[in-house]
Each structure stands twice: as C-alpha cells, then as structure tokens.
C-alpha cells in the first residue's frame, strides 16, 4: 500500500503449531490489512524446535490487491523461501485483461499452463476469501483454485457448522466457531510421490470472530501435512481494538 494503514484498520496474529507428539513444530505470522477497496496480506512462518532439525523452512509471502463486494482481486502475488538451505522465489502478477503471469525460481517441476492460471488466486487471497465469506455470514462450502508461481492446486471447502471449542494445547479459548474442512487437489507442479508434496494437505479450521469488521479468522487447526498432523493455535491476535493473548 503506497499508506501505511492505520493501526485500528490491522489485524496481526501470530500461530503456534505443534506436532503429533506435542512438540513445538511451527511459529507464523500473519497481518491483514483492509483500508477502504484495498487490501493487504503479509505471512511469515519458521520451523521450531526438533522439527527445525529435521526441515529448516522459513518463509515470507505477501500479496495486495482490491476488495469487490465479494471477493478478493489480486495484483501481486510474492513469495520468498528458504527450505533446507535452497532459496526459492515465486512471484504471480495478474494484469487488467484477466491474464496471469507468474514465475519460479528455481523453475517448477511441471510447467504450469496458461489455461490452468486462467482464474487462480494467490495462497493468501484464499485464505482471506473464506475467512470474509464466513465474516458476512456464509459458509465455507466452496473450491478456490490457486496458483502461487511454481504449483496449482485447488482448494476444496466443506462446511462443518458451527462448533464449540474449550481450551486445549496450552490455547486458553472457549466459544463458538465455525468449522471448515479443507482438501487439497493438487494439479500441477507437485512431485510424483505424494509423499514429497509440501505443506497442508487436508485437515478442518475453526473460525471465530474475534475483532470488529468482515472477518472470521482462524483460531484452531488441524493439518495433514508433509510432517504428519499437525495442530496450531491462535496465541496472540492485535488490531481493531482488540489486544488478545491466548497463549504463551
């Protein structure tokens, strides 16, 4: 944004994941910005602890882009990795005329069609659609496609309703949400063995709303990913108002 917003119009929260043995896995970051039309997105995310011993990622993406009445349209789409000592750079730019341009380093490991791009959002404008979709009073029963530079995929929603969750994982939350069910259908630009593909696969969010304005955010998961299941829970949420702690 050529303005830093302010502060009142950010949300900034802050994750931590654990593994399957309860190990410390995953901190992330993530502040959205949604200033009139115009919207922002800026993610961060660092392995902890054994499983950093095991995959050292850190990863820094951001996009911005315009709010319409119900969606969310990217411009730029960038994403900076560094996984297990080999840096990766993926950028996606979408033009006026509805075409898509996007590029990876180093290259993917299929070459992504310009008819498969047709209609993608970015990683994070996913992410941000549902959680407005659920803000203004929707549901979560919807399949966003995503291209992100060097993979596309879609992801499928299902709806679950609404629940109650109570404190778990050193999380001190309580209270309504709702939950989604999210699968990945990759599609191009992933390994042969299922095995290798990165990052969340399938697994069921839960949304609360927790600060003024159109969004639910996530405040508890539950993921298949390429380290097994993993469970991350909002700790700290800042913006709007609001200054929440809910876990160390």
């Not at 660092?46 to 011993?53: C, D, H, I, P, Q």
């Amino acid at each position: 944004m050529a303005q830093s917003p302010p502060q009142a119009e950010r949300i900034a929260m802050r994750y931590e994941a654990f593994g399957s043995l309860g190990l410390h896995a995953v901190t992330s970051r993530t502040e959205i910005d949604e200033v009139g039309e115009r919207y922002a997105v800026a993610a961060e995310l660092e392995t902890r602890g054994v499983t950093g011993f095991l995959l050292d990622l850190a990863e820094h993406s951001n996009v911005k882009g315009r709010l319409t009445a119900d969606s969310a349209v990217p411009e730029a789409f960038r994403s900076d990795v560094r996984r297990n000592g080999e840096d990766r750079h993926d950028r996606v730019d979408y033009h006026d005329d509805g075409s898509i341009e996007g590029s990876a380093s180093p290259p993917p490991i299929t070459p992504i069609a310009a008819p498969q791009m047709r209609g993608t959002v970015d990683p994070l404008t996913a992410y941000l659609d549902v959680e407005r979709r659920l803000g203004r009073g929707g549901d979560c029963t919807v399949v966003i496609p995503v291209y992100e530079g060097r993979r596309r995929y879609d992801l499928n929603y299902t709806d679950r309703g609404e629940q109650i969750l109570s404190p778990a994982g050193g999380q001190q939350f309580k209270g309504a949400t709702h939950a989604c069910y999210m699968k990945r259908t990759e599609i191009a630009g992933f390994p042969a063995d299922p095995k290798e593909s990165e990052g969340a696969r399938e697994g069921t969010i839960w949304f609360a709303r927790l600060a003024p304005g159109d969004l639910m955010v996530p405040v508890r998961m539950e993921l298949e990913t390429e380290a097994g299941l993993v469970t991350g829970y909002l700790a700290e949420l800042h913006g709007r108002g609001v200054d929440l702690k809910l876990m160390e």
